[in-house]
């Protein structure tokens, strides 16, 4: 990835977040610019949700609470309010008459970057291009 205008603010999808985790190199070099311009990395409270379910179901528990410290101190976990729901409801209607619906949990992720008017980063273009407005770009 050459070197990314990073003005305005992104959100990492699942996939993204858990590359990072891993130290997956071209993620890891994107991510420590990103930081350096923005400060700390964000993603939504469904990607909290959706890391720690991994992690307890792969029976990772010597990593839950390195994960707990690193989310809560260290990044910016866009919140699940009223605002979000009012958004993902219409993302919802919107795909459900158009016969694609998505899972809630990428509806929610994509609703929690629209109402803070950031970049989704992720991989999975093939769902997440389907909604309207939405930005994306991926850092592998």
Request: glycine share 4%; hydrophobic share 45%.
């Amino acid at each position: 990835m050459t070197r990314a205008d990073f003005s305005r603010p992104r959100l990492l999808d699942t996939d993204t977040l858990s590359f990072y985790l891993k130290g997956v190199s071209a993620v890891v070099a994107v991510a420590e610019t990103y930081i350096k311009e923005q400060g700390k990395l964000a993603f939504s409270l469904i990607t909290y949700y959706e890391v720690l379910r991994g992690l307890k179901s792969a029976g990772l528990t010597h990593k839950i609470e390195r994960f707990r410290v690193f989310a809560l101190d260290s990044c910016h976990l866009t919140p699940l309010t009223p605002e979000v729901f009012d958004i993902a409801s219409g993302i919802y209607a919107d795909l459900n008459v158009l016969g694609q619906p998505l899972p809630d949990a990428d509806i929610l992720v994509a609703a929690s970057c629209l109402s803070e008017n950031r970049i989704l980063v992720t991989n999975n273009k093939k769902h997440f291009q389907r909604i309207s407005g939405l930005v994306i770009e991926s850092w592998s």
